[in-house]
């Protein structure tokens, strides 16, 4: 009896090392997001999370390492062959989800859908582009409208998909059943519930450490944190700012702590009412106690903006500062602009996609008040709040914006007059012919210093104008069990390709 057991406790424990070396019992992850991804087809929507998401189903011919730098990707070279014209040589053997292999045709298809498609958030990364050509099977030729210094940066926001596969399913369908070359595909998604990732065996790059992933939104942040200290997740994306100090004295926890690209500022209709005077929007800028912000709202994670993006990303001007705290001056210039007992507006946000971004649209206009403007908040879910502010619904407005780490994505998307390629996110019509000038031949200039030079002055007319309030850049802040070895990247997106174990 006993030399049966000896005999029945090893064929077990073969059965068990032939079950992991198979994957049988895969390597899962489970993350608690702060809210979902909003939809799969990742040219429909650019939002970090859903883009964030995105990315792990479905790759650009552009990679960025974890310092922001671009490297290869679906491309594994590329070249300028003359200041138009740009030479990306693809992958061998890269294969889609439903096993189609990756070839010049899709990246073709795919631009193009960027460019083209009527409801595309990604026309500003590809509008540079005036032709593509199939050189071969694995060789494709842009040709460009101008020189285009940062086309390698802006292919990385822009995710190759299968030509047979997008052109044999709907829209509604490629919402929800995305097809790609990434590290993992979808298994299940369950809306504001659960999506479970699984990796994809035939994926180009080697097995990662991580063979399943559960995204958990959670958008209630004490939830989200008992979730972690009971083990139900193993890593947590936002950190509610008043827990941070409660969770570094847990010993099983590590809590990690980096600079965010993201800016959350304040859009104003600058075209008509009371936000059209100048006068009036550096009356709300000056009225507005960002120290004050960063203290009691953030608890100290967030940093003051003075302008559109910060230090370390190429753009930034180091001679502007923000507007001083200035109640006085406030309702000295409002008087000026004809509103000496203020006047009433609605100021539309959300509640759950960015750190406190509720309670910073309260704290603003509890400010306001005190010289005079009377705000009346419009608080709503993310989805909600973003078709509103996206129809162009809107007068007064709390958003959030990051950089690809090159600030041109700011000018031309959040600033440029709306027109053509540019201003798509220029939700308050913001509207100056020098700024557009200088962005556009910033966009053209081949010689970094000259374009950064270029890039700068546009940055000061913006703030002059006060196109836009900047508030201040958001702190990332993660929890995860000490089990985990990961490192998050500036750019917030998640990459469980990434991650490992200790």
Known sequence: MCNFKKISIFIIFVIMMAAFSS???AKTVTI???????TLDAYMLSETPTNSVNHMISEPLTFFDKEMNVIPGLA???????????????????????GEEFTAEDVKFSIERAQNHPKSQMKSYVAD??????????????????????LARKLQSVVMYSKDYTEANTD???????????PYMVESWEKDEEMVLTFF???????????????????????????????????????????????????????????????????????????????????????????????????????????????????????????EYDPEKAKELLAEAGYPDGFTIQLDSSNDRYINDGQTAQAVAIQLARVGINVELNVQTKSAHFDKVLSRNTEFYLLGWSTNGDGASALE??????????????????????????????????????RLKLMQQA????????????????????????????????????????????
């Open 172 to 182: 509604s369908h490629m919402q929800n059943n995305p097809v790609g070359t990434g």
């Open 32 to 38: 608690a997001t702060s809210n979902d991804a909003l």
């Open 76 to 98: 594994e070279s590329w070249e300028a062959v003359d200041d138009t014209t740009w030479i990306f040589n693809l992958r061998k053997g890269v294969k889609f989800h439903n």
């Open 201 to 323: 065996e035939d994926y180009w790059r080697e097995k990662p450490e991580v063979d399943r992933v559960i995204l958990r939104p959670i958008t209630n942040p004490a939830t989200r944190v008992a979730a972690l200290l009971s083990g139900e997740v193993d890593i947590l994306i936002d950190l509610p700012v008043q827990d941070v100090e409660n969770i570094k004295e847990n010993g099983g926890v590590e809590v990690i702590t980096l600079p965010d690209l993201r800016l959350i500022f304040l859009g104003m209709e600058t075209t008509e009412g009371p936000l059209a005077d100048v006068r009036v929007r550096k009356a709300i800028y000056h009225a507005i106690n960002e120290d004050a912000i960063v203290e009691h709202v953030m608890n100290g994670h967030a940093y003051p903006a003075s302008q559109f993006f910060p230090e370390f990303v190429f753009g930034y001007n180091p001679n502007i500062e923000r507007l």
């Open 129 to 150: 582009i005036e032709e593509v050509n199939i050189i071969d099977e694995y060789t494709i030729e842009f040709k460009t409208l101008y020189p285009t210094p940062i």
């Open 459 to 502: 940055v000061k007319i913006a703030m002059d104008d006060v196109a836009q309030i900047p508030l201040h850049f958001q702190q990332q802040i993660y929890a995860v069990q000490n089990y985990i070895d990961w490192t998050p990247r500036p750019n917030k997106y998640l990459k469980p390709y990434e991650i490992g174990f200790k």
């Open 413 to 450: 998307a959040l600033l440029h007059t709306p027109e053509g390629k540019y201003g798509r996110f220029n939700l308050g019509d913001y509207s100056n012919k020098e700024f557009d000038r200088l962005t556009e031949e910033a966009a053209q200039t081949l010689d970094p210093e000259k």
């Open 23 to 25: 994957g049988v019992f």
